[in-house]
């Protein structure tokens, strides 16, 4: 059985659960708390475990976040999700809007296909792989939608907005771009670099994700910035 336990904000890596102490202890969390409870109790499966509802923030410090690739909810097929965004553990066989990131990486930087789905190589880098809602029921999706996830994770792309460094946000599909409307971008006068385009989904990707070169623009714009670039590889052996 997956672990359901609700973790608790003390588990939170502090540069996160400092700036977020507040909303961490507001009234919407703890119904959040307890609608989680409820659905454990009630038998349901709730994916991914809980000692990794907030893994992304775990790996990706905010101090170290120089990308954020934002997702809309977790996976809900058994064994696929593991608290980051688009990325599946080694072992699983990636989803279609995965394959088709490996697709336009591959085209963009030449980068062969993985032999994983696993994208922590990233996350360690500072790529901060964020979906809006952290939970969902096993087989259901979106089933976690409207609980309280969203004005967690609003507040942590708030707080990642308001860095006085240039971050890179790569916001696919018109969920994520709603998401995210407030990230004040270069064009708009703000630091930095937003790069949009639809989803990497089979419905969507031909239809202008295919061809967007976000992995080359994001780190173009890093080294612009005198920062590191991005190793978008994913090792096997890494």
Partial sequence: MADTATPSPVKLDASWREPLAETLTSPRMAAL?????????????????????????????????????????????EGQAHGLSF?????????????????????????????HGNLTHWAEQGVLLLNSVLTVAMGNAASHQGKGWEQFTDAVIQLVAREDRPIVFILWGAYAQRKAAFVKSVEQGGRHLVIKSVHPS???????FFGSRPFSRANAFLREQGEPEIDWSLPDTA
């Fill in 202 to 208: 089979p419905l969507s990707a031909h239809n202008g």
């Fill in 87 to 115: 990325s599946v553990p080694r072992g699983v066989r990636p989803p279609p809007s995965l394959l088709n990131i490996f697709k336009e990486l591959e085209a963009d930087l030449g980068i062969p296909r993985p032999g």
């Fill in 33 to 77: 708390k307890q609608f989680l409870l409820s659905e454990k109790a009630a038998g349901k499966r709730i994916f991914p475990k809980g000692s990794e509802y907030f893994r992304a923030l775990d790996i990706t410090p905010l101090d170290r976040v120089r990308v954020v690739i934002l997702g809309q909810d977790p996976y809900h097929g």
